[in-house]
């Protein structure tokens, strides 16, 4: 049964990869996000093609996983994967397009950052309109596919790494940490500090924040 998962490991599997090569396809290329759902920052997309029985244990949805491990299998991926290609949009781009749009808009960068085009493509969840490349939406596809688990490891490893370096540039918000989730820490320092430059504006904590600092500017700056 398409679709089913490792009966060894409870993981993905190759099915659907497999299903797609039977159809004539040589080039499936897996597309995943991360960061659909922090306050800040990107939203980060990976395509993934891996070679033909690809075995990788311990291979699963990012958010499945340790960081220790993601970082393990990230590099293994990457070392062995027949193409990988990243693409983001950023909290502006978010802002203005809102974050399904903006997170097909960095799996199509994704796409069009790798090496070799695919023929096919597994999505997790979503379709990517007006491209003449075929393919195949599956419901938490993330943890069925194996190509998809990868980019799904991708994504996060790598937007992971772009916090930690914002984190640098603003080390009042302790994004190492949370990566931008809307944690009660990140909350509390959101709070404390108002927003950044990389705050999401159109996420209603972050909205919220200007909202009541607009209104207490106004009420300052009225005459009695």
């Not at 993905?12 to 159809?23: I, K, L, N």
């Not at 993934?48 to 990788?56: E, G, I, M, T």
């Not at 693409?87 to 097909?104: C, F, P, Q, W, Y």
Request: hydrophobic residues 40%; neutral net charge; charged residues 25%.
């Amino acid at each position: 049964m398409v679709g089913s998962l490792n009966p060894t490991t409870g993981g993905p599997t190759e099915e659907f990869e497999v299903e797609a090569r039977s159809r004539g396809y040589r080039h499936i290329a897996g597309l995943d996000e991360a960061g659909r759902g922090p306050l800040a920052g990107p939203v980060v997309a990976a395509a993934v093609l891996l070679p033909r029985r690809f075995r990788l244990p311990g291979l699963n949805d990012s958010k499945q996983i340790g960081e220790s491990d993601r970082d393990r299998l990230f590099v293994e991926i990457v070392r062995r994967a027949v193409s990988v290609g990243i693409g983001a949009a950023t909290e502006a781009e978010i802002d203005r397009l809102n974050i399904l749009h903006a997170s097909k808009l960095a799996m199509r960068r994704a796409l069009e950052a790798l090496p070799v085009q695919p023929d096919f493509l597994l999505l997790d969840a979503v379709t990517l309109s007006g491209l003449s490349i075929p393919q195949r939406a599956i419901i938490k596809g993330d943890g069925l596919s194996c190509c998809i688990a990868a980019a799904s490891i991708v994504a996060k490893v790598t937007r992971d790494r772009l916090m930690v370096e914002y984190h640098r540039w603003y080390p009042q918000y302790n994004f190492a940490e949370h990566k931008g989730y809307g944690t009660p820490e990140h909350l509390r320092l959101l709070r404390e500090h108002g927003p950044c430059v990389i705050h999401r504006r159109s996420f209603a904590p972050v909205q919220s924040l200007l909202a009541a600092g607009a209104a207490a500017f106004h009420s300052l700056s009225d005459p009695d």
